[in-house]
């Protein structure tokens, strides 16, 4: 009796960590998904330009963040349903459309995803930027083949997104920044440029990212309304590690820009490694870089294929799909070297129309289709920032399309 008892508590036991390691692992996915190569040049290159105002600007974009993220993992995880069939379960084609959309953008962002893990090792280790990217898509390749993928991909990412908090506050400590003056600036900026949040808000919760965690969450199978607490807590602080980590990488640049160093307009995270570090620096920045790029490939990797199947799909079929987009977007790489700047701009267009589609379709489900969501009674004020929110994507939204129109007249 007493070994039975014993048992149960220790299989009780590992369910926990188990559950737990999942809640982190969705948690980290998400906040890793969105630090990727563009997110560490994106931060580097408005600090550079903004100096301690950008405080502001990350300020407002973790606000925005949160409203969506909120949102968007309230209504998945509570529903356990992916948000291609959530979309055609409110209106039929409307979730296939939004697949669409995604695969496009994870196609096009994950070429370029390789491409900065290539730069990373190449600064880190002098590694050619092509064997560097190969290199890494069979990495990601290897962890999503292994017989448990989905807690060695909890596991990894965990360990990448520890790994980029403690190598930010190595360098936001070396260069020595203005704190003071950050802080009084995240409330009391010098300047405020709207263009500069919209980047931010679109590069943290645009495309795939903004289903990365929720989905993960889904997978691991912690849904429905009895897990409503813990969804909430994971969400809020996926965005805030996020944020934590763009908010020391802006300290670090920021520590190094007021020194009066000349920073080159075409490379400013590297220069700014190298600057406050020397050959070090570099070869900091180098494995910044990649480890951006690697959590950055498994998260665009993963979430992708997950428009692609259900939670019922078999492993085999997902590995199937996994090795295809790896090999897919590996192969373009190799090809070119980079993704298409045109295709760049347009994914990055496509990206602006992705998060009001699928912001939409996830508050319509919050509003009026309660049947969707186990019965459960929505909170008033959660759906009110949400709308907030969504407004603002709409404009967001206009405007990628806007950008698109043009590149097409001139394409």
């Not at 990601?140 to 506050?169: H, N, W, Y």
């Not at 300047?191 to 889904?218: K, P």
């Not at 399309?401 to 001139?410: I, V």
Request: aromatic letters at 10%; hydrophobic letters at 55%.
């Amino acid at each position: 009796m007493a070994e039975t008892t014993a048992e149960t508590s220790a299989a009780a036991a590992k369910r926990r960590r188990t559950r737990r390691t999942a809640l982190l692992g969705a948690m980290f996915l998400m906040a890793t998904s969105a630090v990727g190569p563009g997110f560490i040049t994106q931060t580097a290159t408005f600090t550079h330009q903004l100096g301690a105002a950008f405080a502001f600007a990350i300020l407002v974009s973790v606000l925005i963040d949160i409203a969506v993220q909120l949102n968007v993992w309230r209504v998945i995880g509570v529903s356990g349903l992916y948000a291609q069939h959530l979309g055609n379960r409110i209106l039929p084609g409307v979730g296939w459309a939004l697949a669409v959309l995604i695969f496009f953008g994870g196609v096009v962002f994950n070429i370029g995803n390789i491409a900065g893990a290539g730069m990373g090792l190449n600064a880190l280790a002098g590694l050619d930027a092509r064997i560097g990217g190969a290199l890494s898509v069979a990495i990601a390749l290897l962890i999503f083949l292994s017989k448990r993928a989905g807690i060695a991909l909890d596991r990894v990412v965990v360990a990448c997104g520890a790994l980029l908090i403690l190598l930010m506050i190595y360098m936001s400590i070396t260069t020595a920044p203005p704190v003071g003056e950050a802080l009084k600036q995240t409330v009391l900026p010098e300047q405020v440029d709207f263009f500069v949040i919209t980047t931010l808000v679109g590069g943290t919760v645009g495309g795939y990212i903004t289903y990365a965690g929720a989905h993960r969450l889904i997978a691991s199978g912690n849904t429905g309304p009895e897990n409503v607490r813990a969804i909430t807590r994971t969400s809020v602080t996926g965005i805030v590690v996020a944020s934590i980590i763009r908010f020391l990488l802006f300290l670090a640049i920021l520590g190094v820009v007021t020194t009066g160093v000349s920073l080159a307009e075409d490379n400013v995270a590297a220069e700014a490694f190298g600057a406050a570090l020397g050959e070090i620096g570099l070869r900091v920045f180098g494995l910044v870089f990649w480890v951006a790029a690697i959590t950055s490939i498994l998260g665009a990797t993963f979430t992708t294929v997950s428009f692609l199947t259900t939670p019922k799909t078999s492993e085999r079929t997902k590995n199937l799909y996994f090795s295809g987009f790896l090999v897919l977007t590996c192969s373009v790489f190799l090809t070119l070297g980079q993704a298409p700047q045109t295709l760049l701009i347009m994914a990055g267009a496509f990206n602006g129309v992705v998060l009001p589609l699928g912001f939409t379709v996830v508050l319509y489900a919050a509003w009026r289709r309660r049947d969707l969501l186990q019965g459960y009674r929505y909170p008033r004020w959660l759906l009110i920032i949400g709308v907030l929110a969504w407004l603002l994507t709409l404009y967001m939204g206009a405007n990628s399309l806007t950008g698109l129109a043009e590149l097409w007249m001139t394409g």
